[in-house]
C-alpha cells in the first residue's frame, strides 16, 4: 500500500487497535542492496524493536526481482531491527510490473523460489519470512506452482490476495481459490481482498477455512475495523465511530510534525478519499473537504461535520 500506510498511518491504525502486526509499504529493490541505515529511516519501527508505539508488530516488506539482492536487503533490514521480512510478490502497479517487480514474476514459479531461497538463506534463523501473492499474473494457470515453489523454498507464512493481476481491484475476490491454496499447502495462509467487516470475514472464513485474514484499504476506510471485529467475535457491543474527530485531528497533528502543509494536506484529503466509503457525511461533503486550501480549514470542517451527527 504504497503511499499511504507510511509510519504516521500504521501509528493510527495501531492507536485504534485489533490487529495481530501491521506490515510497511514496500520498500523496492532494484540496482543495489538497500543498506541497513535506510531501512531505519524507511520503517521507522525498526528503532524500536519493530513496534510500534503502541506495540503492534511491523513487517519490513520488500519488493524486487533479482534473488541476491533481496536477500542481501533482507539481512540489512534485520540488522537494522526488522523481525519480520515479508516480500512483495502481489502489486499490480503498471510502474512497478513494468519494472520486473510484484505480481509480473508470478509468471515464474523458479523466480519466486530463488527470491524465496535467497532471503531465507541469508537470514538468521530467528528472523520470520512471508510472502505475499495474487492468484496469478493474467490468469490463474501457474497458481500451485507459484505455491509450491514460495513453500519449498523454506517461507513460514503465505497471504493471498484472491484476484490476478489483470483483475485489478475489480470484485469479487475469488475466496474459493485461496480454500484451496490451504488444502495444499502447509504454510499459514492468510486470506486477503474484499474483507471489510465481521460478515464479509465471516463469510472468507466459511470459504477459505482461514482462521487468518488480512485488511488492507478496508482499515482506511474504517480505521476502527480490526476494534469492531474482535467485539464482534468476543460476543461484545460494538462501540459507535464518534472518535473520528479526535483520531483525525490526531492524525493532522502527527503528519504535521513530519511533513511540510503541502504535503499533510494532500495526505488528510487522501484519507478523506477512503473514508467516505464508509462515514456517509463525509461522502456528501467530499468536495467541500478537498477544496479547502489549508490544513486548518479542513480541520475546522471536519469537525463541524463529524460534531454535529
Not at 485504534?16 to 514496500?26: H, P, Q
Not at 489483470?166 to 491454496?181: H, M, S, T
Not at 492468510?190 to 474483507?195: F, H, Q, T
Not at 461522502?283 to 454535529?308: G, P, V
Amino acid at each position: 500500500m504504497e503511499g499511504v500506510m507510511d509510519h504516521t498511518m500504521r501509528r493510527l491504525l495501531s492507536q485504534v487497535g485489533g490487529m495481530d502486526y501491521l506490515v510497511s509499504e514496500f520498500v523496492r529493490v532494484s540496482q543495489y542492496a538497500i543498506p541497513s541505515h535506510t531501512f531505519k529511516r524507511l520503517v521507522l519501527e525498526n528503532q524500536d524493536q519493530a513496534r510500534t508505539a503502541h506495540n503492534h508488530p511491523v513487517y519490513t516488506q520488500l519488493l524486487g526481482s533479482n534473488a541476491e539482492l533481496m536477500a542481501q536487503s533482507a539481512l540489512a533490514a534485520s540488522e537494522a531491527g526488522a523481525t519480520h521480512i515479508d516480500i512483495n510478490f502481489g502489486c499490480p502497479a503498471k510502474r512497478v510490473n513494468g519494472h520486473g517487480g510484484g505480481s509480473v514474476l508470478l509468471q515464474d514459479p523458479n523466480i519466486l523460489h530463488e527470491i524465496m531461497h535467497a532471503t531465507r538463506e541469508a537470514l538468521p534463523s530467528h528472523i520470520h519470512l512471508s510472502a505475499k501473492i495474487r492468484l496469478g499474473y493474467e490468469d490463474e494457470e501457474r497458481l500451485f506452482d507459484n505455491v509450491a515453489a514460495i513453500e519449498s523454498a523454506g517461507t513460514e507464512k503465505l497471504t493471498v490476495h484472491g484476484r490476478t493481476k489483470v483483475d485489478g481491484y475489480k470484485p469479487p475476490a475469488r475466496w474459493e481459490k485461496i480454500g484451496q491454496i490451504q488444502d495444499r499447502t502447509k504454510m499459514e495462509v492468510v486470506a486477503n481482498g474484499d474483507i471489510v467487516d465481521i460478515d464479509s470475514l465471516l463469510r472468507c472464513q466459511a470459504i477459505t477455512g482461514c482462521q487468518h485474514f488480512m485488511i488492507g484499504r478496508g482499515s482506511l476506510n474504517n480505521p476502527f475495523v480490526f476494534q469492531e471485529i474482535r467485539s464482534h467475535l468476543a460476543g461484545k457491543d460494538v462501540l459507535p465511530q464518534q472518535q473520528l474527530v479526535e483520531l483525525f485531528l490526531d492524525y493532522s497533528q502527527q503528519l504535521q510534525q513530519e511533513y511540510d502543509e503541502v504535503a499533510t494536506l494532500g495526505r488528510l484529503k487522501q484519507w478523506c478519499g477512503h473514508l467516505r466509503f464508509n462515514f456517509p457525511v463525509i461522502k456528501t461533503n467530499l468536495q467541500s473537504l478537498r477544496r479547502c486550501q489549508s490544513t486548518q480549514a479542513l480541520n475546522q470542517l471536519i469537525k463541524e461535520l463529524l460534531e454535529t451527527r
